[in-house]
Nanobody, 127 residues
Framework: QEQLVESGGGLVQAGGSLRLSCAASGRTFSNYAMGWFRQAPGKEREFVVAISWSGATTPYADSVKGRFTISRANAKNTVYLQMNSLKPEDTAVYYC????????????????????WGQGTQVTVSS
C-alpha cells in the first residue's frame, strides 16, 4: 500500500548538513510509523530513529544523537531527516521505512518490524 521514495542525499564535507526527505504515496500514510535506517558499505543496516503518526519519536541511535532530527508532515505525506555536523562515518545509503507494528515494539529499531521500504539515497561525507 505504501510506496516510499527518498531524496536529498549527496556529497558533503565533514561538518556540513543535509536534509533527507521520504515521500509516501499510500493513502494510509498517517497510520504508519516511519523510520530511518542506514547501511554503510560492508556493514549491516542500522536503525537511526523512528517517528509515530502523532510525532512521537524513538530514541536516536547513539551515533547520531544531538546531530540528527526526524520530523513528519502528514499533510504532505513526507518524513524528513535533518542531518547536521556530519561525519565521514555517516557515509551510507539512507532508507526510510513504514511500519504498522505497535509503537512500543518499534522502540527496539528492528528491521523486521517494517513493512515497506524505499530504495535509499546515498549520503557521502568527505573529510
Amino acid at each position: 500500500q505504501e510506496q516510499l521514495v527518498e531524496s536529498g542525499g549527496g556529497l558533503v564535507q565533514a561538518g556540513g548538513s543535509l536534509r533527507l526527505s521520504c515521500a509516501a504515496s499510500g493513502r494510509t500514510f498517517s497510520n504508519y510509523a516511519m523510520g530511518w535506517f542506514r547501511q554503510a558499505p560492508g556493514k549491516e543496516r542500522e536503525f537511526v530513529v523512528a517517528i509515530s503518526w502523532s510525532g512521537a519519536t524513538t530514541p536516536y541511535a547513539d551515533s547520531v544523537k544531538g546531530r540528527f532530527t526526524i520530523s513528519r508532515a502528514n499533510a504532505k505525506n513526507t518524513v524528513y531527516l535533518q542531518m547536521n555536523s556530519l561525519k565521514p562515518e555517516d557515509t551510507a545509503v539512507y532508507y526510510c521505512a513504514a511500519a504498522t507494528t505497535a509503537w512500543s515494539r518499534l522502540q527496539l529499531g528492528l528491521l523486521g518490524d517494517y513493512d515497506y521500504w524505499g530504495q535509499g539515497t546515498q549520503v557521502t561525507v568527505s573529510s
